[in-house]
């Protein structure tokens, strides 16, 4: 599985980015991770293969909101009402479905993309 994250950028306080995640190979849970600087990486959103499934982290809900074309074969995070503290590198992260849902620990994610940086200013 090979995953490319695109679309961080700088915003202001309140303002919106959309990420993408194209992920070529199996057929899998796609999720999202951020990591601040001096932080743990942590969970955000994830999705299922078929896209009925979705879960957040508690501090995004409402604000996020994830989303995929099994077309194009690609992920989306719909990021809106952003907040200084979203500031972050966010990647995109792969692992096949099974019945442990969701997956919050990044320790069990198989695949990992590069990070694309979300700066959101004051």
């Known amino acids: 599985v090979q995953l490319q994250a695109s679309g961080g950028g700088l915003v202001q306080t309140g303002g919106s980015l959309r990420l993408s995640c194209a992920a070529s190979g199996r057929r899998t849970d796609i999720g999202w991770f951020r990591q601040a600087p001096g932080k743990e990486r942590e969970f955000v959103a994830e999705i299922n293969w078929t896209g009925d499934l979705t879960h957040y982290e508690d501090s995004v809900k409402g604000r996020f909101t994830i989303s995929r074309d099994n077309a194009q074969n690609t992920v989306y995070l719909q990021m809106n009402s952003l907040k200084p503290e979203d500031t972050a590198v966010y990647y995109c992260?792969?692992?096949?479905?099974?019945?442990?849902?969701?997956?919050?620990?990044?320790?069990?994610?198989?695949?990992w993309g590069q990070g694309t940086q979300v700066t959101v200013s004051s």
């Open positions: 992260a792969a692992l096949p479905g099974d019945n442990n849902w969701p997956h919050t620990r990044k320790y069990i994610w198989n695949y």
